[in-house]
């Protein structure tokens, strides 16, 4: 059915059994799994973490968020049989969604498969997941993993 899935996955949007449904959904027919984590190009002024005000330089920046997004991926990795497929791609993109659907077509990727929120309501209305973004300007199929 696909060949190929891109995973987009951030510090909290995709568990176990999400992973876990992606991997079975490529198992299936042997397709190979893309992971993707979407970086602001703009750094903050400062980090949580920091008790200074000094601003933080671009290529600090980007250094910060490298390896955020490695240990993200060694920890997805971890949970994934060794048998599967799977690439990583981190990005830079000013827009969440627009960043995982332009990395879905650079790498060729035949479906998204996402993590909703579930949010309904004003809260649904206010905060709009990056996953109905996605599903509204992507050409590509969206699957949309039960959490």
Do not use: W
């Amino acid at each position: 059915m696909f060949k190929h899935l891109l995973a987009p996955i951030s510090g909290d949007s995709i568990t176990k059994s999400e992973l876990n449904q992606v991997v079975s959904l490529a198992s299936k027919d042997s397709a190979k799994i893309t992971l993707v984590y979407v970086s602001d190009p703009i750094g903050p002024y400062m980090y949580a973490d920091s008790t200074s005000s000094i601003v933080i330089s671009e290529q600090e920046h980007q250094k910060a968020c490298n390896e955020f997004a490695k240990k993200l991926f060694d920890k997805a990795r971890a949970q994934i049989p060794a048998e599967v497929l799977i690439d990583t791609v981190h990005v830079f993109h000013p827009n969440i969604a627009d960043g995982i659907i332009d990395t879905a077509k650079s790498v060729g990727a035949d479906v998204i498969c996402m993590v909703s929120h579930k949010r309904s309501g004003l809260k649904g209305l206010f905060l709009r997941s990056e996953s109905h973004e996605v599903i509204l300007h992507s050409h590509l199929p969206v699957l949309v993993l039960n959490a």
